[in-house]
C-alpha cells in the first residue's frame, strides 16, 4: 500500500507489527520498482514516505551509539516523523516544502521541536542526492523544479482571467471529493461484502492481478490507449498539458499547438478531437 495511513498511525501511538522491518522495506523496495518500470499510474510519495521512515527506525535500533537515546516511545516517533519529512522531501526535490507537506500529510499533532529535525534530515537528503548527481550522470536528476515556470512581470494573468480561475478550482475540488466518494464506497464494498472477503482473503494476488489487467487494457497504444496517450510516459503527459499554447486553436494561430505536441492525443490519424481524449 501506501504507507503514509501506516505512518500516521504509528505516529500517534499505534504498534503496527512487521511495517518498519528490513524483510518489509526489501520487499517494497522491489515492488516499487517494478510498478514505477511497468508504467502503472502509481506514485511513489506514500512509499517513499513508508521506506524513508523504515530507515530512520532502523538506524535507531541498529546503530549502538543510538539506542540509548531512542529506547523512549517518544524519540522513536520523532526518528519516524524526521524519515517521513526525508521521504516527502526526495520524492519532489524540494525539501522545504517536502518537509511542510510530510506535517500535513503524516500527522494531526506535530511537535515543533521536530521541525528543525526534518529540515535537517531533509537537506542532508538533498545533499547527498546533489553529491551523486555526477556519479550517476543522469540529466533528469536534479533539484530543479521539474516543470520551471517563466513569466513576464506583470502578464502572467489579467483580471478577466480571474473568474475561470475560480470555476477550475471549484469544479476539481469537487471532482476530487467525487473521486474520493467513489474510492471509498468501493473499498467498503469490498470490506463488507462476505463473497468478496472470502474470495480477496483467499486469493489476495488477485485483486492486484484484476487492476494491473485493467490498466494495462485502456492503457495499451494499439487499442484505446491510443486515445489517451497511453504510449508515453506519465511525465511526457504533464508536460504536454502544460504546453504554453492553446489546442483548440488551429495550429497557423500564434497561440496554436503544432501538430506534433497533439498527435498523441488525436489518435492513429490525427482525426479524433483532443478535448474528447482528454
Not at 7 to 23: A, C, D, H, N, S
Request: with cysteine.
Amino acid at each position: 500500500g501506501s504507507g503514509i495511513p501506516e505512518m500516521k498511525t504509528i505516529l500517534r501511538g499505534v504498534i503496527l507489527k512487521e511495517y518498519l522491518t528490513i524483510r518489509t522495506f526489501l520487499v517494497k523496495t522491489v515492488g516499487l520498482t517494478l510498478i514505477l518500470g511497468s508504467g502503472l499510474p502509481l506514485g511513489k510519495q506514500g512509499p517513499f514516505v513508508h521506506l524513508s521512515s523504515i530507515v530512520a527506525s532502523q538506524l535507531s535500533r541498529q546503530i549502538h551509539s543510538f539506542k540509548g537515546i531512542y529506547e523512549s516511545e517518544s524519540r522513536s516517533s520523532e526518528m519516524i516523523a524526521a524519515g517521513c519529512a526525508v521521504g516527502v522531501a526526495c520524492t519532489f526535490s524540494a525539501p522545504i516544502g517536502g518537509v511542510l507537506f510530510s506535517i500535513e500529510a503524516t500527522s494531526v499533532y506535530f511537535a515543533v521541536r521536530n521541525y528543525w529535525r526534518g529540515f535537517f534530515s531533509a537537506a542532508c537528503g538533498a545533499i547527498v542526492l546533489r553529491v551523486l548527481i555526477p556519479v550517476i550522470k543522469d540529466p533528469e536528476l536534479d533539484l530543479k523544479a521539474l516543470y520551471q515556470t517563466s513569466f513576464p512581470p506583470g502578464k502572467a494573468f489579467t483580471l478577466e482571467e480571474m473568474p475561470c480561475f475560480v470555476i477550475l478550482g471549484l469544479i476539481c475540488g469537487l471532482l476530487g471529493a467525487l473521486f474520493i466518494f467513489l474510492h471509498r464506497t468501493l473499498v467498503l464494498f469490498l470490506r463488507r461484502n462476505e463473497l468478496m472477503k472470502k474470495i480477496f482473503q483467499r486469493y489476495w494476488l488477485l485483486y492486484p492481478m484484476l487492476v494491473t489487467l485493467l490498466v494495462g487494457i485502456l492503457t495499451f497504444p494499439e487499442g484505446f490507449g491510443q486515445y489517451m496517450a497511453g504510449k508515453q510516459k506519465f511525465t511526457r503527459t504533464v508536460q504536454d498539458l502544460f504546453m504554453n499554447c492553446t489546442w483548440s486553436l488551429n495550429e497557423t494561430h500564434p497561440h496554436g499547438c503544432h501538430k506534433n505536441e497533439t498527435l498523441n492525443w488525436s489518435g492513429k490519424e490525427g482525426d479524433t478531437p483532443v478535448f474528447s481524449s482528454l
